[in-house]
């Protein structure tokens, strides 16, 4: 080879290894996901590994996400390698941004993933760890997380804590993953939209989810181990599936520990809250309170070994409220208590093994169906082997229709209150030793009837 051929050669290889260099090891930037022109286009790619920015081509990719978004056009989509970047990500066009399944990002301080951008913006396959105020916050912006997981996210300079958080009327949708161990509260939707699928919301310090002024779709969340609270909704409206909210834990200053918190109901007439197919289980204090809400449909749910109940529900309404086809079984104290509520029918239900508890100053306390104060439809329900009682009435109204009860001292207590009006037909009554029995205001039984705490 003569001189100037090999010059030109060796200029070649030293060219080469210029345009990797900035990678330091090329075969360190592996993990990308496979190219989907579905996820966005043009495409580029950004390695945790790189130590200077490239072209975002695949063979001489950015070094920093912060890179990648300067230089992508709305629409496309930035690969992220395997690894961790320890960076704040800030994104303000519409673009997604894939994982491999093994993308973390871990910030030094600060929101994990900032995302408020002018249109529809996707996060998938990404771990955000450790970030302060939120892991991901959303403001004002349409976001699709698929596959995301948010972990121990803590509270920052401006407090809170929160795993995802979506503010200024954002849609939020989240496809699978896990939100866990966050300071404050996994997920968090102000205004706006959340649609949720199959997400698992774990230890989370706050509480689980809280859903405020929102329209809500939630199907298959698993929501578990959540401090105060598990699943709460306040003024929202939609549909809750098949969710499972288990375990939940006394709120750090006391009080709470309840599954399924739906309180401050949306305007008389709006859209119902469809609730079925779920299982609410071994929460510290209730299965479900409904404080002041209308417009409830409860169906096809297990609330079960519960620490303080079943379901609450208190407070006046105009819309009526329906819990039907259900099942409560092995609560402590009662299987379903209603406190100066809204107009209410329990139809078609099994309230059984109800476990004693204390209430105020009597002791073994289990009682199938609690009413006090509201006017209340009971039909067709089974209500069996409860501690004390199948059914206490003080000063209800309404019907006790085609039900079965099977209690072992006493059927059904009416106390309290001359306005009492209540309409008893085609009910059967077995293995007692008495049907119905009549108390004065002066010889009142135990009856829950105060207001409880428990706010999401």
Do not use: K
């Amino acid at each position: 080879m003569s001189g100037p051929a090999r010059l030109a050669a060796w200029a070649a290889v030293l060219c080469v290894a210029c345009a990797s260099s900035h990678v330091g090891n090329p075969q360190d930037c592996v993990g990308y996901a496979a190219l989907d022109p579905a996820h966005g286009t043009p495409a580029l790619y950004v390695c945790a590994a790189a130590t200077e920015d490239g072209d975002g081509s695949r063979g001489t990719p950015f070094a920093s996400v912060a890179s990648a978004l300067d230089a992508a056009p709305d629409g496309a989509a930035l690969y992220l390698s395997a690894g961790v970047f320890t960076e704040a990500v800030v994104v303000r066009r519409p673009v997604a941004l894939v994982g491999g399944g093994a993308t973390t990002v871990r910030p030094p301080a600060g929101v994990g993933i900032d995302v408020e951008a002018p249109g529809p913006v996707r996060l998938q396959a990404l771990t955000v760890e450790a970030a302060e105020t939120a892991g991901v916050w959303a403001r004002g912006t349409g976001l699709t997380a698929s596959d995301i997981r948010v972990d121990r996210t803590r509270a920052g300079p401006e407090a809170l804590g929160y795993g995802m958080l979506a503010s200024d009327g954002a849609q939020l949708t989240v496809r699978g993953g896990a939100i866990t161990a966050s300071a404050a509260v996994g997920i968090v939707v102000v205004g706006g939209g959340a649609d949720l699928d199959s997400v698992a919301v774990r230890g989370n310090v706050g509480g689980g989810i809280r859903l405020e002024g929102a329209r809500v779709e939630a199907r298959g969340l698993v929501l578990d181990g959540n401090t105060g609270f598990g699943l709460g909704l306040v003024r929202s409206t939609g549909t809750i599936q098949g969710v499972t909210v288990r375990d939940t834990l006394e709120a750090l200053g006391g009080g709470g520990g309840d599954g399924l918190v739906v309180t401050g109901g949306a305007e008389p007439g709006a859209p119902d809250l469809q609730i079925g197919g779920c299982l609410l289980t071994g929460n510290h204090r209730l299965g479900s309170l409904m404080d002041g809400v209308g417009g409830v449909r409860l169906t096809d749910t297990d609330f079960t070994r519960n620490g303080g109940g079943g379901l609450w529900i208190q407070g006046r309404a105009t819309d009526e409220t329906v819990i039907e086809n259900s099942r409560f079984t092995e609560n402590d104290l009662v299987g379903v208590a209603v406190v100066q509520a809204g107009p209410l029918t329990i139809q078609g239900n099994r309230i059984e093994g109800t476990i004693g508890a204390d209430l105020a100053d009597a002791r073994g306390v289990g009682d199938g169906i609690s009413v006090y104060d509201t006017a209340v439809d009971v039909v067709d329900n089974r209500v069996a082997d409860n501690a004390r009682l199948g059914l206490i009435l003080g000063a209800a109204r309404g019907r006790l229709t085609d039900n079965e009860i099977d209690q072992d001292v006493t059927a059904v207590v009416l106390q309290g209150g001359s306005d009492q009006a209540l309409v008893v037909t085609g009910t059967t009554f077995t293995g007692l030793a008495m049907e119905i029995e009549v108390r004065g205001p002066g010889d009142d039984l135990p009856i829950a009837r105060e207001r409880l705490e428990g706010r999401p």
